[in-house]
C-alpha cells in the first residue's frame, strides 16, 4: 500500500463543475503540500498546510490531521485547470524534509 | 530570483553513455533533492542533500551520483546510462525544517535512453 494515496486517478469535469480531489496518508505529518503539473511542463507548489484550511483565488485545501485526510477544491473550473494535482507530505520524523508523493490525479476540464 | 535551474531540458542518451544533469538555486537553501518521474508513478527521490558537502541516498538511488560543493548548485551524474533511466527528473530545494517550507521545482530533464 502506497503511503499517499490520491482518488481519484483521473477525473473530466465541464467548465464550471466544482472539483474535488482527495488525497489520504498514513504516517504523522509535519505538513501535506498541494502540487500541480501541466502537461510537459514543471512542477508548482499550490499549497503547504499543517492545519485547517488554506484558499487562493479559486483554490481550497482542506486538511484533517485526526483522519489524515486532505482535499484539493477547485470552484468554477476552467479549461486552464487541466493537469496533474500531486499531493505529498513530509514528517520529519519519518523522512526528514523529504517529501513522499501520491500517484497524481489527472484534471480535465473541457469547455 | 530565478528559484530552480535545470539544464538541459531535453536529452537522448545512447545505452553505456554518461552525462550530468545540472541544478542550480539561488534562494540560499540549504536542502536539495533530486527526484524521478516516471508515468503513472509518484515522484521517487534519487539523492539529497542537506548542505554543502552532505549528500545522502533516496529511494532509488542506483545508477546515480551527486556531489554538492556549493550552497547552490546540486548535479546528478548518470555514468552508464541505461534504458531504466529514462525518465524526467526534477530537482527540488527547501528551507531546513518545517517539513518542506519553500518547496521549489525546476522545470525537469526529459531524458531518454535509447
Known amino acids: 500500500k502506497n503511503e499517499v494515496e490520491q482518488s481519484p486517478q483521473n477525473l473530466t469535469a465541464q467548465e464550471g463543475e466544482f472539483i474535488t480531489i482527495n488525497c489520504s496518508y498514513s504516517?504523522?505529518?509535519?505538513?501535506l503540500h498541494w502540487l500541480q503539473q501541466h502537461p510537459g511542463g514543471g512542477i508548482v507548489s499550490l499549497f503547504m498546510l499543517s492545519s485547517g484550511k488554506k484558499k487562493h483565488g479559486r483554490l481550497i485545501a482542506t486538511i484533517n490531521i485526526q483522519e489524515k485526510h486532505s482535499s484539493l477544491h477547485i470552484t468554477a473550473s476552467h479549461p486552464r485547470d487541466s493537469a496533474v494535482y500531486i499531493c505529498?507530505?513530509?514528517?520529519?520524523?519519518?523522512?526528514?524534509?523529504?517529501?513522499?508523493f501520491g500517484a497524481g490525479t489527472i484534471l480535465r476540464v473541457k469547455s | 530570483n530565478a528559484g530552480v535551474t535545470q539544464t538541459p531540458k531535453f536529452r537522448i542518451l545512447k545505452i553505456g553513455q554518461s552525462m550530468t544533469l545540472q541544478c542550480t538555486q539561488d534562494?540560499?537553501?540549504?536542502?536539495m533533492y533530486w527526484y524521478r518521474q516516471d508515468p503513472g508513478m509518484g515522484l521517487k527521490l534519487i539523492y539529497y542533500?542537506?548542505?554543502?558537502?552532505?549528500?545522502d541516498k533516496g529511494e532509488v538511488p542506483n545508477g546515480y551520483n551527486v556531489s554538492r560543493s556549493t550552497t547552490e548548485d546540486f548535479p546528478l551524474r548518470l555514468e552508464l546510462a541505461a534504458p531504466s533511466q529514462t525518465s524526467v527528473y526534477f530537482c527540488?530545494?527547501?528551507?531546513?525544517?518545517?517539513?518542506?517550507?519553500?518547496?521549489?521545482f525546476g522545470s525537469g530533464t526529459r531524458l531518454t535512453v535509447v
Open positions: 504516517v504523522g505529518i509535519s505538513a
Open positions: 534562494m540560499n537553501h540549504n536542502y
Open positions: 505529498a507530505v513530509s514528517s520529519v520524523l519519518e523522512y526528514g524534509n523529504k517529501l513522499v
Open positions: 527540488a530545494s527547501s528551507y531546513s525544517g518545517g517539513g518542506g517550507w519553500g518547496y521549489t
Open positions: 542533500s542537506v548542505g554543502a558537502g552532505i549528500t
